[in-house]
């Protein structure tokens, strides 16, 4: 169980166009979903946290025009990268909190690779 | 102030042998939690274990073990007997507040590196 799924796993873009990457929590309900970025050979970073039907919060130096956090039912979040850069290129991983349990993980998606070109 | 400090970029240990992976964390909050995941090169984060404040026994978990130091602050990873596929990034986490959003805050990581 508690598995989560993100799509696409790869994606390669030209500068300016706009990308959408998708988290979907398969078996399991999940109120609040999470967007990290790590570049390469750093750590997880926050972006922002997303809950089911209001507004994500964003982390302190997160564009919220650049990083749009849709999170429509309790199943999947969505993050757009709009008017991507080179400099978006990243490894952008979600992970989803189940309802229940405070001593539960996250659980995460298995990321997606983001190169601008 | 970094609230997770992992000090080790890279551990080397031999197969079977066991590996102790230091996390060092700060925090006002008398309850938090504490995790360790493996991120192997495929990039996937895999939860490995968890540690309460209030947990009065060290979390184990099959071959990995916390050793939960609460007055030193420090939550460092036992692995034993290693194997190759344990070769991988580790990240040390914390969440304060269990309750709310629950927001993990990761360390910079430590590279283990596995030889036969």
């Known amino acids: 169980g508690a598995v989560v799924s993100q799509h696409p796993s790869w994606v390669i873009c030209k500068s300016g166009t706009s990308v959408k990457i998708e988290c979907r929590s398969l078996?399991?309900?999940?109120?609040?979903m999470f967007w990290y970025r790590q570049f390469p050979k750093q750590s997880l970073m926050l972006m922002a946290t997303?809950?089911?039907?209001?507004?994500?919060?964003?982390e302190q130096g997160v564009e919220k025009d650049k990083f749009l956090i849709n999170h429509a039912s309790l199943t999947l979040s969505t993050l757009t990268v709009t008017s991507a850069h080179p400099e978006d290129s990243s490894f952008y991983i979600c992970?989803?909190?189940?309802?229940?349990?405070?001593?539960?993980?996250?659980?995460f998606g298995p990321g997606t690779r983001l190169l601008v070109l | 102030a970094q609230k997770i400090t992992q000090t080790q970029p890279g551990m080397f240990v031999q197969e079977k042998e066991a590996v102790t992976l230091d996390c060092t964390y700060d925090?006002?909050?008398?309850?938090?939690?504490l995790f360790w995941y493996k991120q192997p090169s495929s990039g996937e984060m895999i939860f490995l274990i968890y540690?309460?404040?209030?947990?009065?026994q060290n979390a184990t978990e099959g071959r990995y073990s916390l050793n939960f130091q609460k007055a030193r602050k420090s939550a460092n990873l036992v692995i034993s007997a290693s194997q190759l596929g344990d070769s991988a990034m580790y990240f040390c986490?914390?969440?304060?507040?269990?309750?709310?959003?629950?927001?993990?805050?990761f360390g910079t990581g430590t590279r283990l590196l596995v030889s036969p």
């Open positions: 078996d399991f309900q999940a109120t609040t």
């Open positions: 986490a914390m969440r304060e507040a269990l309750t709310g959003f629950q927001k993990l805050v």
């Open positions: 992970s989803a909190q189940p309802r229940q349990g405070s001593r539960e993980t996250q659980y």
């Open positions: 540690q309460g404040s209030y947990d009065e």
């Open positions: 997303s809950n089911e039907g209001s507004k994500a919060t964003y």
């Open positions: 925090t006002s909050d008398q309850s938090y939690g």
